[in-house]
């Protein structure tokens, strides 16, 4: 069962207004364009390599996938109708709808989805997929028009979740050149069709007049009732926040701490906000290069950041404090245990780093060793600087500096830069948060890097690690999982400090209060597709 979504909103104004008792019982208008302040561009709009989850609050609008997870995690069928798994779990088989088109008039059948499988085998398209639960699947083939079969080479737990999630896009795609940008020539099965995309200025999506196949589970079950939503690229802040307040747009996400309150506590809003899966946003220490290839440093810069304090000052309130290797939403493999079991201690982050050797300092106060300054240099994306987190990590190094005399060195990078530096590993730390479930997330932290950790940013590869994630995924038993799992979690972070959680990512979405149906899927928690929202007249 995950952490329930936390919603606040506010409509009473507006039923004053409208002279009715209960604004539930209004039916959905249709019709309509609906504005959306969004905070994060899309580095590729090509669902299957696109690594930025934000992106996917309108990528989903395109792009669907075999099976729907409810909120306790159950699979229910979306373009699939039926699966199975074999008893000795290396058979997977999907028997797909026989109604689904893409958007592109393509339809829907066994061999685009078997195509769909076959092109995450490929390193050089989908790298994470490659390395990651796609290297364990052996073949995918067509039975028929509408069955797939998946063959995997050895039991792999969370290949389920893999496939069941997985995007799907027309077959017509693969051919064009915009696979790897992504764009209006990728078509999906969605509920909306991309029309429109002006870079750094908006996307504009228009309904998809032919769809009828959203899963049992959602309030409308045929075509949108908007006939476009625009998404408004607004990376600031503030200015999502005033364009919502002076009705250029009547939705926004990435709500600040500081802005919560203004559409919370006013009911001409409403105020959503959900937890993410996955990893926390976290400073993940590089084991091979600089200052943090000693574990006393990474020990003592841990002690060292009171993350309370600081989570409190940039987010006043707004956001919680992360302890493991995993959010609490995901209470299947989160281990409470770990919850105050390390944290602020300044006393022995100097301690720690004078056994080390750093007892110098220099004339800005900052350690050194044989006339070297301890510098540890954080690289942050350029393309995830989102939620506030430029000020979070200013209030890191703030904290490093005053308590320890450690100077965290913040670099911000673009796409190009960071993918080089992440290969190379010339790196003091890396700070990123992850939203993949089912402990996909976990695999891809702290597998080896070349055999699956695709942002193992710490670069880890001591054995233990290794041995445990492949125990668990070697096994359906959930049970073993979690206790595999949380035996890596307190290695990882308490005893070889190769990780600093600092706080949960979540998703915050402000509307006006005549806007109404947005929600968040009932398992990841990312905001849910477009295809339920419609506007008061």
Sequence with gaps: ?????????????????????????????????????????????????????KTKLYLRNTYESLL??????????????????????????????????????????????????????????ARSAANGPAKNLTE?????????????????????????????????????????????????????????????????????????????????QGPAYLDEVIYRILPESSVRTGALSSGQVNVIEGVSGNDAAIFRDDDAFTYQSAFNTGTPYSLFLNVEHGPTQDVEVRRALIAAIDVDAVIASVYRGERTR?????????????????EGSY????????????????TARDADGFRTKDGNRLTIEVIQAQATVRDQRDVLLQALQAQARQNAGIDLAIVYVDAGTYTERRNTGLFGAIANSNTPTDAVDIEYHYLPVKEGGSINYSRASNPELKQWLHEAAATHDRKARFDLYSRLQDFAIRDRALALPIYVPEDQIAAEATVHGISFRPFKQLPENAQGIWIEE
């Design 322 to 338: 992360a302890w493991g290797i995993t959010t609490p939403v995901d209470t299947h493999f989160y281990d409470k245990r770990i």
């Design 140 to 220: 995918a083939r067509a039975i028929d028009d509408h069955t797939v079969e998946l063959k995997l080479s050895q039991v792999y737990a969370p290949f389920l979740d893999f496939a069941a999630g997985l995007d799907i896009i027309s077959p017509a795609a693969f051919a064009s050149d915009q696979l790897q940008s992504g764009g209006t020539d990728i078509a999906g099965t969605g509920p909306f069709i991309l029309a429109e995309y002006v870079k750094g200025q908006q996307l504009r999506y228009t309904r998809n007049e032919d769809y009828h196949w959203p899963p049992a589970t959602a309030a409308n």
């Design 68 to 125: 729907y997870r409810t909120a306790d995690g159950d699979y229910i069928p979306w373009l699939a109708k039926a699966h199975t798994v074999s008893d000795d779990g290396l058979t997977y088989t999907f028997t797909l709808r026989d109604d689904v088109t893409f958007t592109d008039g393509q339809p829907l059948t066994a061999e685009a989805v078997v195509q769909n499988f076959i092109a995450q085998k490929d390193a050089a398209y």
């Design 1 to 53: 069962m995950t952490l329930p979504i936390r919603k606040i909103a506010r409509n009473a104004a507006l039923a004053l207004l409208l002279g009715t008792a209960s604004l539930a019982a209004q039916e959905p208008v249709r019709g309509g364009t609906l504005t959306w302040g969004i905070e994060t561009e899309a580095a590729t709009l090509n669902p299957h390599i696109n690594g930025q989850d």
């Design 343 to 358: 944290g602020f201690d300044a006393e022995q982050a100097n301690t720690l780093l004078d056994n080390a050797g750093w």
